[in-house]
């Protein structure tokens, strides 16, 4: 089913009348997560710390003309269900309300019954849409601008930066080093409306503790020993955009607090300076730590991880994503290939298995130095396993056969069984630079068992020499 009305679904009320409030809210709360708002501004604030999956909002605010806010919410999320439940049983209203964008007009008091086929509705069609945005996001993308991917958890990942990319939510984003933080961070920044302003990223863990306030909110002329002229910080330049803030664990205890009351108003002063600036930033945060176990060492503020983490997306390491490996592997190789002027163009069907099998602790930044140091140090089209590094390497060859120095066959993905004998022998075929003899030794079979199989994979060998056509 599309629709399943469980606690998942996080429903906001818009209401200044409390008993009103009070009533609707005990319609819903035995079937969803029900938050209410008295005023458009507490509206606002709600949606701005909270991803809401519908609205229920009244016409007759005292801060705000219901209308407006409408289309205010919408100029920001044009997805999220909004029904209207007032007491004005205007035409006009109502068309106007529609005309907005509204997906519903009820009139109180709200029959209950009215109410819930009302919402079901709403949330049945919106659960569609996104199932179909899915869908054909899957159908032909394997890249959310950098980055790379098809698998289910690459996916998961598209999917939630497609849909909280417009909202005002920070967002916090968990990962291993090298997995592509800031590569998420800015994916959510190019898929918003705020793509056009700047996207200012700041890594706590690269700046000395005591300049890192300066960094994230500038300095006046004189306000420290070096300060010799006034300065910007991450905080003002991102006016209007994203402020990624990247190992946001390193940050000192005391410049926590300030951030929090820096999100909290959007309001910062310079360090030296009385004077308030008023921004407009979406905050992405992220940490290569446990924030559980952050907070717990008492590393990080709970309560500020909390305000960050309205939106929270795990970035998987690469040993987790499968054939990504494969897929990102050929796109930096042709790219650093044409960076370095050089002919490489794929991948040998035994060095590909070589690099699924691996690890990969430092992720996708250890691949791609990887890939950078193949390129640099060799030539030719095609990457063969000689020119791996040694770490990827990752089974020692049998005691019985060291007396020759040959890097040992590595740990093959789950395939059939004659598809992995046939690379364990075209690998050692490679080490030994075509000898059929010496690869037999190595693998402990019969030389002219080699050659059969050979010859049954349409691989040409000398039976002189010994050498296939194949390895050289």
């Not at 469980?6 to 200044?16: A, C």
């Not at 209308?67 to 997805?79: A, F, N």
């Amino acid at each position: 089913m599309l629709y399943e009305p469980k606690q998942q679904y996080t429903l906001l009320i818009i209401e200044d009348n409390r008993t009103t409030a009070l009533i609707l809210q005990s319609y819903l709360a035995p079937e969803y997560r029900v938050l209410t708002a008295a005023s458009a501004i507490e509206g606002l604030s709600t949606l701005h710390d909270e991803r809401c999956d519908l609205i229920l909002l009244d016409l007759s605010l005292p801060d705000k003309d219901g209308i407006e806010l409408l289309k205010e919410i919408r100029g920001v999320d044009t997805e999220v269900p909004i029904i209207i439940v007032t007491s004005e049983r205007s035409k006009v209203r109502v068309a106007e309300a529609l005309s907005a964008a509204a997906n519903d007009y009820l009139e109180k008091p709200v029959d209950r019954t009215r109410l819930r086929v009302s919402i079901q509705a709403a949330l049945r069609e919106y659960s569609l849409r996104q199932r179909l945005d899915e869908l054909n996001a899957s159908v032909d993308d394997d890249a959310l601008w950098n980055i790379i991917g098809r698998s289910p958890k690459i996916r998961e990942v598209f999917h939630t930066i497609r849909r909280a990319a417009n909202s005002r939510a920070s967002i916090f984003i968990t990962g291993e080093s090298g997995t592509g933080k800031e590569l998420c961070a800015e994916a959510i920044h190019l898929e918003s409306q705020r793509r056009t302003q700047p996207f200012v990223a700041l890594n706590c863990a690269a700046i000395p503790r005591e300049l890192l306030e300066s960094e994230l909110f500038g300095h006046i002329k004189g306000s420290f020993t070096g300060a010799d002229r006034t300065r910007l910080g991450a905080a003002a330049k991102a006016n209007g955009g994203t402020l990624f803030l990247d190992e946001i664990g390193e940050l000192h205890f005391e410049l926590q607090s300030k951030l929090l009351r820096f999100i909290q108003t959007q309001q910062f002063s310079p360090v030296g300076s009385n004077e308030v600036h008023k921004v407009d930033i979406r905050f992405i945060c992220a940490t290569n730590r446990d924030p559980q176990q952050a907070i717990n060492e008492g590393i990080l503020r709970e309560d500020l991880f909390y305000r960050l983490n309205v939106i929270s997306i795990y970035m998987p390491p690469l040993r987790e994503r499968g054939s990504d490996i494969s897929l990102i592997a050929n796109r930096l190789l042709k790219k650093i290939a044409t960076e370095e002027h050089k002919n490489f163009k794929s991948f040998s069907q035994t060095s590909e298995a070589i690099m699924r099998g691996y690890a990969w602790p430092g992720n996708i930044r250890e691949l791609n130095n990887v890939i950078r140091k193949i390129v640099v140090l060799n030539d030719g089209e095609v990457v063969t396993p000689p020119m791996l590094p040694r770490e990827l390497l990752v089974h020692e060859a049998p005691a019985s056969t060291q007396s020759k120095s040959v890097t040992s066959y590595p740990l093959l993905p789950l395939q059939p069984l004659w598809l992995s004998e046939k690379q364990i022998i075209e690998f050692t075929l490679e080490q030994c630079q075509g000898n059929i003899k010496e690869a037999a030794t190595i693998l402990e079979v019969n030389a002219s068992t080699l050659y059969r199989k050979l010859k049954k994979w349409h691989i040409n060998v000398d039976p002189v020499r010994g050498e296939s056509d194949d390895v050289q």
